[in-house]
């Protein structure tokens, strides 16, 4: 049986570089970067060194660049840090209803400490509009956070008109790159951002590291309080080797950007053809071209993802019906419901994200396995025997 691997925007295999990097850190540079000795010494120039590759891949300043534990810290600081510190200049902020868990429930804390939230609405691709942003924005907006490309259907949201729109009100702006940086371009002075977060994990390194770009001259609180790592915005001892690890991630994606995405959009494609051709009341999900190169969100009528996906792995295909995050949940996607679609579409959408790994041959694998087991469930389902036409 074929492993095929189709969820690599829940997290990816570490790179081998990656891993060897990492390897050589934990025992050979395990000094305290705060030490002044030659151990510390060391390990402080390792820190920085990562920092400088990671401000390399998003057009900043390594001084811009603050490591966290990952994505979801990283968002949580931008938007809680970010609000906390300007609630003397208003209560309100905004952001968007496709968000990733991490910045919806960060505003719903928000909320409960007596904040005002705006959610705007998305249309039937995902998309937000800046002119929804431009109604909503009022004196007492101290934050945007809308995500640069969503998790689950891989749309690319219109960053540089939406950010232009806080600038024009003097609002700071933060979006979630997590699943952007590594698979487009991202560079956070020509998007006109004030805030960016990544993780590691999703461009084949580490999990449990993460970065938050934060314009030189913005001040957030912090969430953690201790030493003075990281500015005081986020002490504790570094986690020298998952940073080696991210920043060593982040040199490899800077440097074949364009080679893994012409290949996973290449092996996108062949996918979705494939599966139009060979499965009847098959429908994309997410815009048809303002999308990640990686990302291929698809309903597919009359079964139920969950089912497509035990099928799927009993074959040794490996995908996802979301975000890894809400993985057992049974409430169907908020994305898929913010973007309007009809609860059948919601029930049977399936994720199937590539990386750098997978081959033609998988691709035909899946195409070869998917299309029996949809016949096999749609056989078991009055619903959908209900809807064919009379014989």
């Known amino acids: 049986m074929r492993l095929v691997y189709l969820d690599h925007a829940a997290t990816t295999p570490v790179h081998p570089e990656v891993a060897e990097a990492m390897r050589r850190c934990l025992l050979e540079v395990w000094g305290n ?36 534990s990952g994505g979801t810290e990283a968002d949580n600081l931008a938007v809680l840090g970010v609000a906390r510190q300007r609630r003397g200049k208003g209560n309100h902020v905004i952001t968007s ?28 691709h995902g998309l937000v ?27 690319i949201q219109p960053i540089r008109e939406l950010a232009a729109v806080a600038r024009e009100r003097g609002v700071p702006f933060h979006t979630d790159a997590v699943q952007a940086a590594g698979q487009i371009p ?27 770009y934060v314009r030189r001259g913005l001040r957030l609180d912090p969430l953690l309080y201790g030493g003075g790592q990281e500015r005081r915005l986020r002490p504790g001892t570094e986690n020298v080797p998952g940073i080696v690890g991210l920043g060593k991630a982040a040199e490899l994606a800077r440097q074949e950007l364009e080679a893994r995405a012409a290949h996973a959009r290449a092996l996108r494609d062949r996918l979705l053809a494939g599966l139009l051709e060979r499965v009847p009341d098959l429908v994309l999900n997410g815009h048809p071209e303002r999308r990640l190169p990686n990302n291929l969100n698809v309903s597919i009528l009359g079964v139920e993802a969950e089912s497509v996906l035990l099928n799927l792995d009993l074959k040794g295909v490996a995908a996802s019906s979301g975000s890894a995050c809400s993985a057992g949940s049974v409430e169907p996607s908020h994305v898929l419901k913010a973007m309007g679609l009809p609860e ?48």
């Open 33 to 68: 970067p705060s030490s002044l000795h030659a151990r510390g010494r060391e390990a402080r120039l390792a820190v920085e060194e990562a920092r400088a590759q990671v401000a390399a891949l998003v057009g900043a300043e390594p001084r811009e660049i603050l490591f966290t």
């Open 97 to 124: 209803a496709v968000e990733h868990h991490a910045v919806l429930h960060a505003c719903e804390a928000l909320a409960r400490e007596g904040f005002r939230v705006t959610v705007l609405p998305v249309d039937e």
């Open 129 to 155: 509009d800046p002119d929804d942003l431009r109604r909503a924005l009022t004196d007492d907006t101290v934050l945007v956070s809308v995500m640069l490309a969503n998790n689950e259907v891989g749309t």
């Open 186 to 212: 991202v560079d956070v002075r020509e998007l006109g951002v004030d805030l960016l977060s990544l993780s590691g994990h999703k461009f084949y390194g580490p999990k449990g590291v993460g970065a938050l």
């Open 344 to 391: 059948e579409r919601t029930h049977g959408a399936l994720r199937l994200t590539l990386g750098r790994g997978n081959t033609e041959e998988d691709v035909d694998y899946v195409l070869e396995v998917l299309p029996p087991i949809v016949e096999k469930l749609r056989r078991l389902s009055p619903l959908y025997r209900a809807a064919l036409p009379p014989s």
